[in-house]
């Protein structure tokens, strides 16, 4: 078989509430949703840590943060490690990355791998953002940063087919990011569904741990100017729910309407696949880096092990493997997906990998039937962070239960504040309580599930080679 060419494309926060096949209130994705109308759909798909550099790196290297170092937001990515761009350049292609890279800059921080790359400083910028060359210069490209980042994705698209070698090329936006800038064009797009709130946005957060009411990222109290683009206006400003509401639309609007940029995105780079004739021997990848709150739980930001952020949307077409429509609620992970395109490279992928390639599932087979794997193992390091505040935390998710240690403090490392928090413990049953309202750690009814949870939370990390955190000592602390 032909290698095939691969197009990853990698948003930033696009939760799977806001991809419209995924069923959720937003539906503003229709470029998008073609992808899983021809190829296929996971419905169970998480990040390892639900922050932007961690997941990437997880992305580029296929394994996770205490193996590839980027544990916060704060600890830099040696580009040096293994990583698939560079295994699968070394094996011929041609290899390309445009656009967020958000891993450090200069040195062995720089991307690696590539022919050719343009990314953004860090964060960068919506509109006239600066480009970091690969010369080691940069320069400011008039325009918005969604429509540049795909600009220059089918400009090196254009440089490259003519060679008989194929071609992988991730796409990395920026968008829909914080602070949710929109294109000029999209200033005054609307939608009806930024004015419905999510059943749980008036969580009041009595059941679960203390972390879930010490994070700051509540969206009735959380949302700065710069988010928001406006003040309320006067008569929200003396109604706390009246101005929940005003908060969570504003918010949303600018959210959707970058994602509506991402999509037309998405529909340029399909075209062109369509119009070139690539379009049967591209492996074309749409995800996010980790999910994100819509206002689930009163919440905006992510990096709780919540099902929202938690979740990554991920569509994988490829007609001569995958079958159009098809859906997958295998327990996959991000880790999984370089050693999925090595393996449809036909390249071995590196032992150090830690992942599992997913082509037996683009292939059809059941989960239970290649032994997929029925636990999933998560870290969230970075303790309490200055602008958010979340507690550090790792966890263990089975298709029905879910495990979530609050293990105290940060344990000595990178982002720990130093701060104690107490160590708790969250269980919750997904089949009965899919929105992690109610947590049953206590519930003498579930104590063997409990007890085995417990097992596997520690037998997952001493198999990928994490340590278990020692805890704290639990402590009374005022609940506010
Ligand atoms: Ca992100």
């Given at each position: 078989m032909t290698r095939p060419n691969i197009l990853l494309v990698v948003a930033d926060d696009h939760a799977a509430n806001a991809v419209g096949c995924y069923g959720g209130p937003h539906a503003v994705t229709p470029r998008i949703d073609t992808i899983a109308a021809d190829g296929m759909r996971f419905t169970q798909c998480g990040c390892t840590n639900s922050l932007c550099a961690p997941s990437r790196a997880t992305i580029l290297t296929g394994t996770y943060n205490h193996v590839n170092g980027v544990t916060t937001l704060s600890t830099e990515f040696d580009a040096r490690q293994p990583a698939f761009p560079e295994l699968l350049r070394d094996a011929g292609y041609r290899t390309a990355l445009i656009g967020k890279w958000h891993l450090g800059h200069g040195g062995v921080h720089d991307p690696r791998g590539f022919d050719h790359w343009e990314v953004l400083p860090d964060q960068g910028d919506y509109h006239d953002p600066t480009f970091l060359t690969m010369d080691g210069g940069s320069h400011v490209r008039p325009g918005y940063a969604t429509d540049l980042i795909t600009d220059l994705s089918l400009d090196w698209l254009g440089s490259v087919e003519s060679a008989d070698e194929p071609w992988c090329l991730l796409v990395q936006h920026k968008a829909p990011h914080r602070p949710w800038e929109p294109a000029p064009r999209h200033a005054e797009l609307t939608f009806e569904s930024a004015g419905s709130p999510p059943d749980t946005f008036h969580d009041d957060y009595a059941h679960p741990a203390t972390a879930a009411r010490d994070a700051r990222m509540r969206v009735a109290r959380d949302l700065n100017l710069e988010d928001l683009k406006e003040d309320p206006p006067l008569d929200v400003v003396a109604d706390p729910a009246a101005y929940a509401g005003w908060a969570l639309d504003r918010y949303l609007t600018d959210y959707l309407r970058c994602v509506v940029a991402v999509d037309e995105g998405v529909g340029r780079l399909l075209d062109h696949l369509d119009e070139t004739g690539q379009a049967d021997d591209t492996v074309v990848v749409y995800t996010s880096d980790q999910g994100f709150f819509l206002g689930e739980h009163g919440w905006y930001d992510k990096r709780f092990m919540y099902t929202e952020s938690l979740q990554m949307p991920l569509l994988v077409r490829y007609p001569r493997l995958v079958a159009p429509g098809s859906e997958s609620d295998a327990l996959v992970l991000n880790v999984d997906f370089a050693q999925t395109f090595l393996d449809l490279a036909g390249v071995p992928a590196h032992d150090r990998m830690q992942g599992r390639s997913l082509a037996p599932l683009l292939a059809g087979q059941e989960p239970g039937d290649v032994g997929w794997r029925e636990s999933a193992y998560y870290r969230y390091w970075e303790h309490l962070d200055g602008c958010h505040h979340v507690a550090a935390h790792r966890g263990v998710r089975t298709r029905d239960r879910k495990l979530v240690h609050y293990y105290g403090s940060g344990c000595g490392q990178p982002g720990a504040s130093g701060d104690e928090t107490p160590e708790e413990w969250e269980l919750f049953d997904l089949a009965d309580d899919p929105q992690e309202l109610?947590?049953?750690?206590?519930?003498p009814a579930y104590a063997d599930d409990l007890a085995r949870l417990r097992a596997e939370l520690d037998a997952l990390a001493t198999s990928l080679g994490d340590t278990i955190p020692t805890s704290t000592p639990t402590h009374t602390k005022e609940i506010v």
């Open positions: 109610h947590s049953v750690h206590d519930d």
